[in-house]
């Protein structure tokens, strides 16, 4: 017959086994997880220039198609560009989408956002309105419509202004 050896039998972890496991888990979470927030930020800072970046390639693209289109003066629409709504002024670029070619004021920074963006457009309002569940807030600064950014409370903005056609992104 066999006989059974106690301490063969017992299998497991000691305790001095499962506190340097914990202590070597603990240490490598204090160096993660300062890695991830950072990628969070990363991450905000690359939609915003993103985002920043389709916006100056919508307003290059109207100004485009307005000098293709044989227009040299403010045109209520660019025949050719998205919905064929987006309204230029006199130097071509993008100040409305319901035929204002006027100055800016924050429902036309919204309608250019969304003429210029089109379907993919990160969601927008008024700054007056503040919408919460908006990426994005608009503002009138002089000519330009300031964008400011929402989701990572920063104060990020993209700034497109209607003068000059610029599009300059201030991140945070």
């Not at 499962?18 to 888990?25: S, T």
């Not at 979470?29 to 930020?41: H, K, T, V």
């Not at 309608?111 to 008024?126: D, E, K, M, R």
Request: net charge negative; glycine share 10%; proline share 2%.
């Amino acid at each position: 017959m066999m006989q059974y050896d106690r301490k063969r039998k017992q299998k497991g972890f000691t305790l001095i086994e499962l506190v340097v496991v914990i202590a070597i888990l603990g240490i490598l979470a204090a160096f993660a997880l300062p890695r991830f927030a950072q990628l969070s930020e990363q991450a905000h800072q690359s939609s915003i220039k993103g985002t920043a970046g389709a916006l100056s390639a919508g307003v290059a693209l109207v100004k485009a198609q307005w000098v293709s289109n044989g227009q040299t003066a403010a045109a209520a629409t660019v025949d050719g560009f998205g919905d064929d709504d987006v309204a230029v002024n006199d130097e071509g670029w993008a100040t409305s989408t319901n035929g204002n070619t006027g100055a800016p004021n924050e429902n036309r920074c919204i309608q250019v956002w969304q003429g210029l963006l089109q379907a993919n457009a990160p969601t927008i309002s008024t700054a007056t309105a503040a919408n919460a569940d908006a990426d994005y807030w608009a503002a009138v600064v002089g000519t330009a419509c300031e964008y400011e950014y929402q989701l990572d409370g920063q104060g990020s903005t993209i700034t497109y202004d209607t003068a000059d056609g610029s599009v300059v992104t201030n991140i945070n």
